[in-house]
């Protein structure tokens, strides 16, 4: 073993309890060591770069995607056994594989029939592991597969390049290996879900069986025009193989199979001959010495000219993908002149999604679209019978005109500066506009008319303010609650509760404002869930349901909560009959981690979660699931059939409720500076055919909430 020092300058012997040994190999993000436990376990540890470990907003990306690989630890990938994204080097363990990938395998020779058939069988369990578990990996690619004895196992969600770590991902980097990326990498980037995987995974066979990929080229843009415009060149594999292949090479993502159909396709064309799909035992890995890896060249996040991977490079290119013409290259070119589809310049600043020319202009909308800025950070927005109300860091509050984004009034404040603080969403309620700027000390009650102030109450550090009618409570972190009058401002009643209990004020079953409040016991086996009249304080009913429950809202006379467990991963929903206390569950098929969620009045539910994945449950069963690719986004919000969420980079997402497909998106509206990310993303709002929303850059954008598409 070579000592750590020699190995490589500047990282820290140990991780943790973990010493650092050999070098496994380096990348843009950082090194991965060969270490062993105090057992003798061989571990495989990542330590990022120390460029990387001083940026916050990678730090908080790196945490997210630690929990993805915990989530997703299994038969089929290398499981976390330790890590600790809060170190000062950042790091995370993994059990290390002792087997080559198929890149090195393939440098040998490739797979034959019986092999490959393996591979196929092994790739396919995977996914379908990995996505049951919520996560997309974006790019499976040889070099990503571990050739172990019992199996194949998958490697790297997401964390192996430091573009990954970077916020401004979201707002157009694209993310991935060329040769392995699905078209709508290229063209709608934000779109990505498991059917990307599946694209990828046809093409990691086409290389496995033949050395080369199905889009082959020396030129990134000429795989990327390739991938979204030509036929894929399946030359070379078995032939039963060619029709699944095939259809995972699909351009549409509907036309591909789940990862689930494919086991079974695989299993059907296998076995009539006689093609074994248990494991076979490869040659073992060893850990690269020094000199191996010291001129390695990593390709940058976002390069189409750079050469590809030395472990991806493709081998046996057919002189048919090498004779692309001339004349496809011109019209590639041309296409991206034309602002046509914009693959590599998609990151740049400012710009959305890629588009295709011809999609609707703002100039036919038939409701015209307005932008307005209020400051340089994210705001937080409600719409009632006030108004458009705005509230921000050093904005208690503004009316903006619904039609055109003119400020009415505004109530500006001298509250500190607080970076990453949350801004409360105005509240409309008893004929006044509640509002707190981030970091304040007061809760304003505000005439809607004129923003004249009524009356104002202190605000403790941490607490929460939820409205029922004309009542308003103050939650304090200890968990005592005063309520008052939104109107007049006078206290009505209190109550000492315990910390961490979750209120939610509504409608109660005879349309009377209620709140109801969770409390879950020490243990987080059970919650305490209560039915309080608004107006005093009186608790109506309890009931006691298994899980650790956190109410959202109610419709068809239930409340529904969502059941968390203590890493805050969403389990299943959960309704409380309003009339006969009855409780019905509705298990996900793969938790939210840090979810939000909103019922539509028919008693549809739809989450979110920060690993992206959109879920629509009804009272029976999960309808769908979309993986939307951001990371971070608002809770839900629905009308007239469509889900809307706002993403964290600004843009404004629109779903088929029924279908669970992206029907439409704004453009990112970023901010540069330092404090423009907020800690929560406010959701988006509604009135008369308009969707409002906010964004990091400080404004407050309008457009139809009528035709996503011409967005």
Excluded at 395 to 413: E, F, H, I, M, P
Excluded at 414 to 425: E, H, V
Excluded at 438 to 455: I, K, S, V, Y
Aim: glycine share 10%.
């Amino acid at each position: 073993m070579h000592s750590l020092r020699a190995d490589y300058a500047g990282f820290p012997e140990y991780a943790g309890q973990y010493r650092l040994e050999s070098v496994l190999g380096s990348g843009g993000m950082g090194v991965v060591h060969l270490a062993a436990s105090s057992s003798g376990l061989k571990l495989a540890v990542k330590v990022v770069h120390a460029q990387h470990a001083v940026d916050p907003e990678f730090r908080a990306r790196f945490r997210q995607e630690v929990a993805a690989a915990r989530r997703v630890s299994g038969a089929f990938t290398a499981p976390v056994v330790d890590a600790d994204p809060d170190a000062e080097r950042p790091w995370m363990a993994t059990l290390f594989i002792d087997a080559p990938t198929l890149s090195e395998r393939v440098r040998e020779r490739v797979l034959d029939p019986p092999e490959l058939a393996r591979l196929a069988a092994g790739l396919a369990e995977a996914l379908r592991d990995i996505h049951r578990a919520g996560v997309v990996h974006r790019d499976l690619k040889p070099s990503n597969v571990l050739m172990a004895p019992d199996g194949v196992r998958v490697i790297d969600f997401g964390i192996s390049r430091p573009a990954d770590s970077d916020l401004r991902t979201e707002t157009g980097k694209l993310i991935g290996t060329p040769p392995f990326m699905a078209p709508e990498q290229f063209q709608r980037p934000r779109e990505v879900g498991t059917a990307a995987d599946v694209f990828a995974l046809g093409a990691v066979l086409v290389h496995a069986a033949t050395g080369r990929g199905p889009f082959d080229s020396d030129s990134h843009y000429l795989v990327a025009y390739q991938v979204v415009h030509s036929e894929p060149d399946l030359t070379g594999l078995p032939a039963r193989l060619v029709p699944i292949v095939a259809r995972c090479l699909a351009k549409d993502p509907a036309d591909r199979p789940t990862a689930d159909a494919l086991i079974a396709e695989i299993r059907t064309v296998t076995s009539p001959t006689g093609e074994d799909t248990q494991a076979f035992v490869p040659h073992p890995r060893r850990p690269v010495a020094e000199e191996e890896i010291t001129h390695r060249r990593d390709r940058p996040a976002v390069d189409p000219a750079a050469p590809g991977d030395p472990t991806d490079a493709p081998r046996g290119r057919s002189g048919r993908r090498k004779a692309v013409t001339s004349g496809a290259l011109a019209l590639l070119l041309a296409a991206v002149a034309a602002g046509g589809y914009l693959w590599w310049d998609a990151r740049t600043p400012g710009r959305g999604a890629p588009r295709v020319s011809g999609a609707s202009s703002a100039a036919d909308l038939s409701v015209p679209p307005w932008s307005v800025p209020l400051g340089g950070h994210t705001v937080s927005c409600s719409a009632g019978a006030s108004g458009l109300i705005c509230s921000g860091r050093g904005l208690a509050a503004a009316r903006l005109d619904a039609g055109d984004g003119s400020t009415t009034w505004a109530v500006r404040t001298n509250a500190p500066d607080q970076p990453g603080a949350t801004t409360m969403t105005p509240l409309h309620a008893g004929g006044t506009v509640l509002a707190a700027a981030p970091g304040g000390e007061l809760l304003q009650a505000l005439d809607p008319g004129t923003g004249a102030e009524r009356w104002h109450q202190k605000l403790p550090a941490g607490a929460r303010v939820v409205a029922a009618g004309p009542h308003v409570l103050l939650v304090a972190p200890n968990g005592s609650v005063t309520a008052f009058d939104a109107a007049s401002g006078a206290q009505r009643w209190t109550r000492h509760g315990e910390p961490g209990s979750g209120w939610w004020g509504a409608q109660g079953p005879k349309g009377e404002p209620v709140f109801y409040v969770s409390t879950a016991d020490p243990a987080g086996k059970s919650t305490q869930v209560s039915e309080v009249d608004a107006a005093s304080g009186e608790v109506r009913w309890q009931v006691r349901a298994g899980g650790r429950l956190q109410p959202f809202g109610t419709a068809r006379g239930a409340l529904c909560l969502l059941d968390n467990d203590p890493t805050t991963h969403a389990g299943a929903v959960v309704r409380i009959d309003l009339s006969t206390r009855s409780v019905h569950r509705v298990q996900l098929s793969a938790p939210l981690y840090d979810a939000q969620a909103t019922v539509e009045p028919d008693g549809t539910v739809y989450a979110f979660g920060t690993q992206g994945a959109v879920v629509a449950v009804d009272t029976n069963k999960e309808l769908w699931r979309l993986e939307t690719g951001a990371a971070s986004a608002s809770a839900p919000a629905f009308l007239d059939g469509r889900v809307y969420l706002t993403v964290s980079d600004g843009r404004l997402l629109a779903v088929d409720a029924a279908k669970g497909r992206l029907l439409g998106q704004t453009r990112a509206r970023m901010a540069s500076g330092q404090g423009t990310v907020s800690a929560a993303v406010p959701a988006p709002v509604f009135s008369g055919g308009r969707v409002y929303a906010s964004a990091p850059d400080g404004t407050v954008f309008a457009v139809d909430a009528r035709n996503p598409a011409g967005w």
